[in-house]
Each structure stands twice: as structure tokens, then as C-alpha cells.
């Protein structure tokens, strides 16, 4: 799970103003990491992305799911407002104007990173601090080390896609 540099900085500035909030938004991020099609969709045109409530429904979390090339979750988290009730139409403007200005490939922290930053206050939160990474078969595993003579510590911290490439290098280079 990732959070854009803009989420992050409503985070930080939630920590001065409302430090339980920033709780109750990690402990959602946790859910979120559990399980990221959670919450509700999002639509017209903020289509795609997903919401959370935290605390007495004013606060929302909002995210989108995408995926990198072999297929990894990731979960986006768009940004994290507290604009006033749920029905206030401009924290939806907010969003489309956070979405419209961030780049293709935004400056992002890890749920991780941002938990250790707020030390005591997000304690007994624990996230998973490495996405989970497809297990490796164990034929390309055994054909990687047996025949192409890599080491296991380096097969094993190959992706599926980077091990399969690698097989394919070896075959075609011999």
C-alpha cells in the first residue's frame, strides 16, 4: 500500500489537529491492505477509485487499486480529507482536482514507512512491510540454480516475471 505524497500530507497535518484520527485512518489502511476492493466504489468521474469511512462518517479515505506488470496488487491511497459531512460535494472536488493534477507516476511512501513516522501513535499497527510476492515453481527454482548456476538467495528475491525472464536469458544465450 502506498500513499501519494498529498495523502501523506493530510495525514501529518491531521496529527496536529485530530491525532485519533490518524489512527483510526491507519487501522483502516490495514483493512485496506487486507483486503483492496473493501469500502465502496466511487463514481462518475472518479470512477475506479474506492472510499472508507473513519470515525462519525465525516472522514473518508479514498484509494484506487491498480496492478504493476505481473499482476501485484497496489493500493493507491489517493488521498485522506476531512472536509465536513459526507454529503459536502466539495470533498469530491477535492479528490478530482488531487487526481487531475498528480502525475502518471506520483511520488509515493509505503503504509510502512508513514506508520514508523508516527511512532507511538500507531503502535500495534503493523503492516506488511514487503508485498506479497508470488512463490517461484519449484522447476524454474531447481533449472535456475541446477542449470543456469544463479544463486538460491538470488533466485529466491526474483519476482515470477524477473525469473522467467532470467530462464529465457540463459536458453536463448546458450
Given amino acids: 500500500m502506498r500513499f501519494t505524497e498529498p495523502a501523506q500530507g493530510d495525514l501529518e497535518g491531521f496529527l496536529r489537529t485530530n491525532p485519533q484520527l490518524v489512527r483510526w485512518a491507519l487501522k483502516k489502511c490495514i483493512l485496506l491492505e487486507r483486503d483492496p476492493e473493501a469500502g465502496e466504489p466511487l463514481h462518475r468521474d472518479l470512477a475506479g477509485y474506492r472510499k472508507l469511512v473513519i470515525g462519525d462518517r465525516h472522514w473518508r479515505i479514498v484509494w484506487r487499486v491498480t496492478h504493476d506488470d505481473v499482476g501485484t496488487v497496489i493500493v493507491d491511497v489517493a488521498e485522506v480529507w476531512a472536509v465536513?459531512?459526507?454529503?459536502?460535494?466539495?470533498?469530491?472536488?477535492?479528490?478530482?482536482?488531487?487526481?487531475?493534477?498528480?502525475?502518471?507516476?506520483?511520488?509515493?511512501v509505503a503504509l510502512a514507512d508513514l506508520v514508523g513516522r508516527f511512532g507511538k501513535l500507531a503502535e500495534g499497527i503493523e503492516p506488511t512491510a514487503v508485498p506479497h510476492q508470488e512463490e517461484l515453481p519449484g522447476w524454474l527454482v531447481d533449472r535456475l540454480v541446477g542449470s543456469a548456476g544463479m544463486e538460491p538467495e538470488k533466485v529466491r528475491s526474483l519476482s515470477l516475471e524477473e525469473a522467467v525472464d532470467a530462464w529465457t536469458a540463459w536458453t536463448m544465450g546458450r
Avoid at 87 to 107: H, K, N
Fill in 84 to 108: 465536513g459531512a459526507r454529503s459536502d460535494g466539495d470533498i469530491y472536488q477535492e479528490m478530482l482536482s488531487r487526481v487531475a493534477s498528480l502525475p502518471d507516476e506520483p511520488r509515493t
